[in-house]
DNA sequence: TATGATATATCATTTTGTGATATATCTGCT
DNA sequence: AGCAGATATATCACAAAATGATATATCATA
């Protein structure tokens, strides 16, 4: 799959729970409590996609004081990716939506 | 990322477009027009993924008279499983849109 | 003082996605 | 008739992404 830019699923969880500083541990505990279990992400993906979106510059270090608790929080390049991103996946998800409608009739 | 059976977005786009009969070339077309040009899945990816959800009972051969046009469509348990990530996706955009709506205050 | 929760990290493997390429038909143009 | 470009499917070899397993260390609490 091709795009602009677009964010795995995984990145876009990860991004989406960085809208406030939090650390890896927590973001993988609000996702799975906030879809009730449905998603969860591993330490192993989670640090992993931690280390890809730094890289981007698409989350900073926001507070790394405590090595053991370091939050991180999105950028404003990272803010403007995860808002085009969230447009695509409305575009895509009315379009299911539309489809599954019609496939009931 | 370990979901109790989420698709992934290649996955997703493709069996969205799989409400109404159509063949992997179509589906590409009409990914990249609905959203013009901002997703692009080509031809290695479409008929891998293709492969793929025939194995796991989510799409079905609609027609196969014409080997150079061969439709396919939704099972009734691909249909669940394309209405269930759409929940799960709706939550976390709802989730990132929160986010980002406090993140501008 | 042991247990479970908190927290980060990495390696090796698996899973997924894709660029390049091949093949063949069909349509419209000159 | 001959050719170009669109239509359509397919696969291989490689690249990218995700993850299971494992390691390490701290903190709370029973």
């Given at each position: 799959m091709k795009t602009t830019e677009q964010l795995t699923d995984s990145m876009f969880y990860i991004?989406?729970?960085?809208?406030?500083?939090?650390?890896?541990?927590?973001?993988?505990?609000?996702i799975e409590e906030r879809?009730?279990?449905?998603?969860?992400?591993?330490?192993a993906s989670m640090y992993t996609i931690i280390k890809k979106l730094l890289k981007q510059d698409w989350i900073?270090?926001?507070?790394?004081?405590?090595?053991?608790?370091?939050?991180?929080?999105?950028?404003?390049?990272?803010?403007?990716v995860l808002e085009a991103d969230v447009k695509l996946r409305k575009l895509m998800i009315d379009l299911a939506e539309m489809g599954l409608k019609e496939a009931e009739e």
């Open positions: 991004m989406a729970a960085l809208t406030k500083p939090r650390h890896g541990y927590a973001i993988m505990n609000l879809t009730k279990g449905a998603i969860t992400i591993g330490p900073y270090l926001y507070d790394g004081s405590d090595p053991r608790r370091k939050t991180y929080l999105l950028t404003q390049k990272g803010k403007e």
